[in-house]
């Protein structure tokens, strides 16, 4: 089958299983291993998109629930689509909902059609289907839409993973059977199965099997201790074909990033970097720092001497401290530019260690800069 996306790999590292590719689509190319900025309301918080564009991004993640429920996608289709509304040009990814809805513990109920919940807003009830789930991001228009699926939580026991899992299957035959803008949209589909290994082979077989543009590791960083997180991403990457991209949800940290791609995941999200500005933190080269600490009072130094953005060509330190303590929305808009530009600057060393087959080299490196020695 043609897809509307196309991954193209262009280098293996020797040591590792870290891979650098190209995502092809109709908006443009994204360079991977990419870090995808979140815009969960049609906005990256505190930033204009043009300096979202500025700090390197190739594709921005925005997130349906939120955008169903407010303003609601028929109004997004008839501001001409997402990109339009929003005025960002470039890729973009959309979740499927799913995740948030099954987070609404006691406000939400799992039936084979669907889930049914209510609205954080204004408590209004609305249902969540793989059909609605694929109708909702069909018209947002996002360049990639996300399978419907259930994350079970952690820790579940085996036979509600083997039962969520067979429902989750379901549901993507459901999703692809709704899916006719196949010539613009690339569906993605989501490996499940919990911490079983049996389950997460069965997923992955199933997954692959419905030869889909992409395919995203879910169900990880839900509790789990790291090294078991890690453990069990490793064993799905390599039930994964080498010629589509691999994508693991909601994961931002410098620490997962590295052990991320790593493992030859090629795709990340999260919403840390702009999350963390808004708490007056920097994400620096010499690890994370808290704006407010009074040792940066007299510090006319920039955020990170080793940073060209916009923030530390200007600003100071003590300046940005000053707008932390006196609340101003210029600290996060300066911060949240800063820390964005970190960590897509990170993942552009990251591309260039695996292209120079160094990348073991380049994660110590950063380490010992971000976590010391
Ligand atoms: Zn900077």
């Not at 509307?4 to 360079?31: F, P, W």
């Not at 609404?104 to 969540?128: A, C, M, N, P």
């Not at 997460?200 to 509790?223: C, F, H, N, Q």
Request: hydrophobic share 35%; aromatic share 10%.
């Amino acid at each position: 089958m043609k897809h509307s996306l196309t991954y193209e790999l262009i280098k293996k590292d020797s040591r590792t299983k870290a891979r650098r590719g190209v995502i092809h689509t109709l908006r443009g190319d994204i360079q991977t291993p990419v870090f995808m900025p979140v815009g969960t309301q049609a906005t990256v918080k505190a930033m204009r998109p043009e300096q979202v564009e500025e700090s390197g991004a190739e594709i921005i993640l925005a997130n349906t629930y939120h955008l169903m429920l407010r303003p609601g996608h028929k109004l997004v289709e008839e501001a001409g689509g997402l990109h339009k509304f929003m005025n960002w040009n470039k890729p973009i990814l959309t979740d499927s909902g799913g995740f948030q809805v099954f987070s609404l513990k006691g406000l939400r109920k799992i039936t084979e059609d669907g889930v049914t919940f209510q609205s954080y807003i204004d408590g209004s009830r609305h249902i969540l289907t793989p059909e609605i789930a694929v109708e909702v991001q069909t018209s947002l228009g996002s360049d990639i839409m996300m399978a419907f699926d259930e994350c079970p939580p952690y820790p579940a026991d085996w036979h509600y993973v083997k039962k969520s899992l067979d429902r989750t299957n379901r549901w993507l035959q459901r999703c692809k059977d709704a899916h006719h803008n196949t010539e613009k949209q690339a569906l993605f589909g989501i490996m499940q199965g919990g911490m079983y290994y049996d389950l997460r082979k069965e997923s992955a077989e199933k997954i692959v099997e419905m030869d889909l543009p992409g395919y995203s590791i879910g169900g990880l960083s839900v509790g789990e201790p790291k090294e078991q997180m890690l453990e069990v991403l490793d064993y799905c990457v390599d039930f994964l074909p080498d010629n589509k991209p691999r994508y693991v949800m909601g994961v931002g940290t410098p620490d997962y990033l590295f052990e991320g791609v790593e493992r030859g995941v090629d795709m990340f999200d999260c919403v840390l970097p702009t999350r963390v500005a808004r708490n007056g933190q920097a994400m620096t080269s010499e690890g994370p720092l808290n704006m407010k600490n009074k040792r940066f009072e007299h510090d006319f130094t920039p955020l990170d001497h080793k940073c060209d953005c916009y923030t530390c060509r200007n600003y100071s330190r003590a300046y940005i401290r000053h707008l932390v303590k006196s609340n101003e929305i210029m600290a996060s808009m300066l911060l949240s530019n800063h820390n964005l530009h970190f960590l897509i600057n990170m993942m552009k060393g990251i591309r260039k260690s695996i292209e120079e087959d160094r990348f073991l080299e380049f994660k110590k490196e950063v380490y010992e800069g971000y976590y010391g020695k």
